[in-house]
């Protein structure tokens, strides 16, 4: 810094405050500094400022899945909400795990967030502990907690399960089934299932057609091999709601390799608004819960609360609608 400042003929005092975007540098004085630092190949130490501030200058955020599209869109409206903050974002992947999620939150508070962003609305109790007791605004996403930590952002996956039913009994079908992963895990899926057979039994239906295969997130290849045992199991059934679109995939082309008409034979549909499910041919009903405006509507909060635009007794919960999308398979 001494080197930077020295070049651009300033003191090191407001280098510091060129980078920290201080309005008592003028803009010219900004750029020759910057200029200085260019050429000099310097990198300013945000972690010796954030020692005086008592700020990390960075959003935590946990994740079940870096290779999901939906949590994808999320980090991404996340970061587009967040750009002109001067906040980053420290990101965990949990891979569907609990006892990992508990891991991660107490290695990420040890780093001092501004805030800390975490999916879904089960958490172990020392994680729940952890969260409660971190002194800075915690969010939920992509549930509606019934017992909220702090703040939500989120839907509720049973409302998704019952709306694929309404639409499936809509367009003519009575015999439902529904394929999932390893409900231990993924427990939003979990209510997906729950809010599925809900439906079917509010309606008098058959709700016994239930499928779990595979490790969340489940892949093509379980929901194709899930879709063999559907129809070997129950044979007569008229469509069937898969817990994520990629599983919904593998589901209709086993039902291609076969010759099984869709949705002639058997309707299909998945969940999350996939590319995929659009670009498939025939192109998949599912469910879309605007996974990137979520990540918009939690950093608008996050700096909501960071700003005090909001009473620290406050909890605020932002409710998502989830909407089906009606396409050829059903």
């Known amino acids: 810094m001494a080197d930077v400042a020295h070049r651009a003929n300033v003191s090191t005092m407001t280098v510091s405050r060129a980078f920290k975007r201080d309005t008592s540098v003028s803009a010219d004085t900004r750029d020759r500094i910057l200029k200085a630092a260019e050429e000099l190949g310097y990198v300013f130490d945000s972690i010796a400022a954030n020692l005086s501030s008592r700020r990390s200058g960075f959003v935590a ?6 290779n999901n599209a939906n949590f994808a869109d999320t980090v991404r409206g996340m970061t587009e ?9 420290l990101l965990g992947f949990t891979d569907y795990n609990v006892e990992e999620e508990e891991r991660l939150v107490g290695q990420l508070l040890q780093r001092r967030p501004e805030a800390i962003i975490v999916t879904g609305g089960r958490h172990t109790p020392r994680c729940r502990k952890m969260l409660a007791n971190a002194g800075v605004p915690v969010v939920e996403t992509w549930d509606l907690p019934s017992d909220p930590i702090g703040h939500v952002v989120g839907f509720s996956n049973a409302e998704a399960g019952r709306l694929m039913v309404d639409h499936f009994v809509a367009r003519g079908y009575s015999k439902l089934g529904f394929i999932g992963g390893d409900t231990s895990r993924d427990t939003r899926g979990l209510d997906r299932r729950r809010g599925f057979i809900a439906a079917l039994q509010d309606r008098g239906l058959d709700a016994s057609r239930v499928i779990a295969s595979g490790v969340p997130p489940i892949s093509m290849r379980e929901g194709a091999a899930a879709m063999v045992e559907m129809i070997s199991r129950w044979p007569d059934t008229e469509a069937v709601m ?5 599983s919904a995939f593998g589901a209709l082309m086993e039902c291609v390799r076969r010759g099984i008409r869709v949705p002639d034979d058997v309707a299909i549909a998945g969940f999350g608004a996939y590319d995929l499910a659009e670009q498939s041919v025939p192109p998949i009903t599912t469910i879309d819960v605007g996974a990137h405006e979520i990540g918009i509507r939690v950093a608008e909060l996050v700096l909501d609360l960071l700003n005090g635009r909001h009473a620290p007794e ?3 919960v932002v409710g998502m609608t989830p909407r089906v999308i009606v396409r050829h398979t059903t």
């Open 61 to 66: 955020a946990t994740i079940p899945s870096i």
């Open 81 to 89: 909400g967040l750009r002109d903050s001067g906040l980053e974002i």
């Open 242 to 246: 898969c817990v994520s679109d990629l």
């Open 314 to 316: 406050d909890r605020v």
